[in-house]
Every structure is written in structure tokens, then in C-alpha cells.
């Protein structure tokens, strides 16, 4: 079946640094990512949506600046969470439809924790 | 797409069968009900998915009302490793590239 491989699965950065996640899409191709963030006992809250070969679209409060989107081919999208601080410590996954039966499929997620 | 509705928290018994319902009263004739379980810190997993017909696959069983405003997800048999966070998505086209909105979900915790 469709997967969508998630890396890295745990991070820990410093506060100020950049960090990037990748989602690559490996027997499908991906037009379209969504990345979602979870917080601790919450549900999943879609932060933007990105797009092969055009700008991705944010969600209303996510700074397009600090969570820059890159979705450069059909198979791979990155997040890069620009200058982290403590607060974006979140679990970050990316999904895609799969233009199967079974809708959409989901990254395994990656935990960032910036201290 | 249409909101759903699920109980915050369920029990069940190791063994036993797990029945989650979900409300979708405003789900309009084009949407699809989709189930996804997420395990603790994994990313959503795919359960199952139905318009108006029953469905039933090797993970569980998909129970529509007639009117199409309710339904109720059956683990037949549940194990320990069903502990999960279950959402209910009322999706308007499968193949349509729409986003997912995630509600709350219900947290089901299978104790031996």
C-alpha cells in the first residue's frame, strides 16, 4: 500500500536553530502534503498545505515565515521550522491522499523538542 | 466536510468487542465516514471507511445507520494493542485531495 516515510522520528534542537523534517511519498506520488501538529493529549491541527511546484497555503496563525513548506517534487515535501523556540516543541506529521480506497496515509511523525 | 461528533473516552474489556459510535448528522450524500486509529506518539493508521453500506475488513467492522447520521466502529475482539485514539472523518470525496479535519476522537483504553 501507499506509505509516506517521516524523518527524523525524534529531534531535540536549541532554541534558535532550524530544523527540517522530510516526507517522501515511496511508491505513489504525492501531489499534495498536508502537515498537521499535535500537541500532548490533542488532536491533530493542520498547519498548512503543500503543493508540488506551487507556494503552500497556511493555515489561519501559522507563520509562513517560521514553517517554511518545500514541496519540490512529487515525492518529497519538507517542513522547516525556522529559529525554534520551546513553544514549537510539538509532534509534526505530514499525510497525503493516496488516490486509493483508503483515502489518505500518514508519516509516523516526528517529535521536535527544542530546549 | 461535515463535523463529527465522538464520546471523549471509552473501556472495554480485553476480548471483548469495542463499539465507538460517531454522530455525522449533517453529513451530506457525497461524504464518505473514514476511521483512523492513532497510537500513542505513531502517526493516524487507516481502519476503515463506508458510505451507506456495512463494511467489514480484517480490522474491524463499519455499522451505518439507514439515515446515514450515525455510526458505530466494531473491534470485534479487542487486545491490549487496540489502545488507541480513534477519530471518525466525514470525508466529501476520497480521491479529492481534501484536507482532513480531525475532531477530538475518542480514547479507548482496552484493559486486560
Known amino acids: 500500500g501507499a506509505v509516506v516515510s517521516q524523518h527524523p522520528s525524534r529531534v531535540i534542537c536549541k532554541s534558535g536553530t532550524s530544523v527540517k523534517i522530510e516526507c517522501r511519498s515511496l511508491?505513489?506520488?504525492?501531489?499534495?502534503m498536508f502537515w498537521y501538529r499535535q500537541f500532548p493529549k490533542k488532536s491533530l491541527m493542520l498547519m498548512a498545505t503543500?503543493?508540488?511546484?506551487?507556494?503552500?497555503?497556511?493555515e489561519q496563525g501559522v507563520e509562513k515565515d517560521k514553517f517554511l513548506i518545500n514541496h519540490a517534487s512529487l515525492t518529497l515535501s519538507t517542513l522547516t521550522v525556522t529559529s525554534a523556540h520551546p513553544e514549537d516543541s510539538s509532534f509534526y506529521i505530514c499525510s497525503a491522499p493516496t488516490g486509493g480506497a483508503r483515502g489518505y496515509t500518514f508519516g509516523s511523525g516526528t517529535r521536535l523538542t527544542v530546549v | 466536510d461535515a463535523k463529527t461528533t465522538q464520546p471523549p473516552s471509552m473501556d472495554c474489556a480485553e476480548g471483548r468487542a469495542a463499539n465507538l459510535p460517531c454522530n455525522h448528522s449533517t453529513i451530506s450524500g457525497n461524504e464518505y465516514v473514514y476511521w483512523y486509529r492513532q497510537i500513542h506518539s505513531q502517526g493516524p493508521q487507516y481502519i476503515i471507511h463506508?458510505?451507506?453500506n456495512n463494511e467489514t475488513n480484517e480490522m474491524a467492522s463499519l455499522i451505518i445507520t439507514e439515515d446515514r447520521k450515525s455510526s458505530t466502529l466494531i473491534l470485534p475482539h479487542a487486545t491490549l494493542r487496540d489502545t488507541a485514539v480513534y477519530y471518525c472523518?466525514?470525508?466529501?470525496?476520497?480521491?479529492?485531495?481534501?484536507?482532513?479535519?480531525f475532531g477530538g476522537g475518542t480514547r479507548l483504553m482496552v484493559k486486560p
Open positions: 472523518i466525514a470525508i466529501m470525496n476520497n480521491n479529492a485531495g481534501n484536507m482532513l479535519t
Open positions: 511508491d505513489f506520488q504525492a501531489t499534495t
Open positions: 463506508g458510505l451507506k
Open positions: 503543500s503543493n508540488e511546484g506551487s507556494k503552500a497555503t497556511y
